[in-house]
């Protein structure tokens, strides 16, 4: 389970610093983690509405946060 926290924490920190980023930079991004170990975090922030997954067309995805103006999902601030 651990492993998955740590994957979704990078998630988040790349989407903090980008707001909006492209699936393939997310993986790129995370080079200790798999492109699979990284989709695995996104599907499951996505399925508990933390994050968006938006299909670009040419099976191209963007993630994004749900809500950009209020408050991001911090899992910094939660407790383990």
Request: net charge negative.
């Given at each position: ?46 399925r ?11 099976g ?21």
């Open positions: 389970m651990a492993q998955h926290t740590i994957a979704e924490d990078q998630v988040i920190d790349i989407l903090h610093r980008a707001h909006v980023c492209d699936l393939e930079e997310v993986t790129r991004q995370c080079p200790d983690l798999t492109w699979n170990q990284v989709f695995l975090a996104i599907d499951r922030m996505s508990s509405g933390e994050i968006r997954l938006v299909p670009r067309g040419g191209t995805y963007m993630v994004t946060f749900l809500d950009r103006q209020g408050n991001q999902p911090d899992r910094r601030a939660l407790p383990s």
